[in-house]
């Protein structure tokens, strides 16, 4: 049978190990400097690199409900944020990240709805 991480609709494995950790979620210089100039603070930043490398890994955005916890907080040290900085998602698991303007998951179209009215 084939592993998890090599069917047609990939998962995370249950337990990541140490050096899967160092090998594939550990953001490049370039992809940190890239997240940092498209989001506006630690906790946004976190939630975009999380993931980024969490469809390098799967080929697909998974609900931040669905990430490990291990992953967040290797992904947080590596960049050198506090703990106080946590992964978090609004509605349905989608994070809102602006990034260059415009809203991943939606946060944008929410606040409108929000501001004017609607469902």
């Known amino acids: 049978m084939a592993s998890i991480d090599r069917t047609a609709y990939p998962r995370f494995a249950r337990a990541v190990s140490a050096r899967e950790l160092a090998e594939v979620f550990t953001p490049s210089l370039v992809e940190v400097e890239w997240a940092r100039g498209k989001t506006q603070d630690d906790q946004h930043l976190l939630a975009l690199l999380v993931w980024l490398k969490a469809y390098q890994r799967l080929g697909y955005f998974p609900k931040l409900a669905d990430v490990p916890p291990v992953v967040a907080e290797h992904i947080r040290g590596v960049i050198g944020l506090a703990e106080q900085v946590v992964l978090t998602a609004g509605r349905g698991g989608v ?10 998951g939606g946060c944008h179209a929410r606040r409108r709805r929000e501001r004017w009215g609607g469902g």
């Open 95 to 104: 994070p809102c990240v602006p990034v260059a303007g415009r809203g991943i």
